[in-house]
């Protein structure tokens, strides 16, 4: 396994959860990482994202209230949630980018991790 997501659950709108993303050291070296979600019917969309360099790129509705960061000794990434709110309810996945830039197109992506469930409930 190249990606491992993990750190979903049940959560009370206003509270905060924190995912993490183990990753193979051949695919996190060198390479932009991101978050994405899926909820229930739509369609998957991009979260945030971080650059081998760790500039970050985020969507507009998690601006001030996610932090997506990486820790490059342990080959690990992360997404801090805070106020949450129902509409943050998905399937987060985390995805390794083709080069060291952050991006928020689902194509500049080529490995995919199994995503975690996160449910607020209001």
């Known amino acids: 396994v190249q990606l491992q997501a993990c750190g979903g659950g049940l959560v009370q709108a206003g509270g905060s959860l924190r995912l993490s993303c183990a990753a193979s050291?051949?695919?996190?070296?060198?390479?932009?990482m991101g978050w994405f979600r899926q909820a229930p019917g739509k369609e998957r969309e991009f979260v945030a994202s971080?650059?081998?360099?760790?500039?970050?790129l985020y969507e507009d509705s998690v601006k001030g209230r996610f932090a997506i960061s990486r820790d490059t000794n342990g080959n690990m990434l992360y997404l801090q949630m805070n106020t949450l709110k129902p509409e943050d309810t998905a399937v987060y996945s985390c995805?390794?980018?083709?080069?060291?830039?952050?991006?928020?197109?689902?194509?500049?992506?080529?490995?995919w991790g199994r995503g975690t469930l996160v449910t607020v409930s209001s």
């Open positions: 995805a390794a980018a083709r080069g060291p830039v952050a991006t928020s197109r689902s194509t500049n992506y080529n490995y």
């Open positions: 050291r051949r695919i996190f070296s060198n390479n932009a």
């Open positions: 971080i650059s081998w360099k760790s500039e970050t």
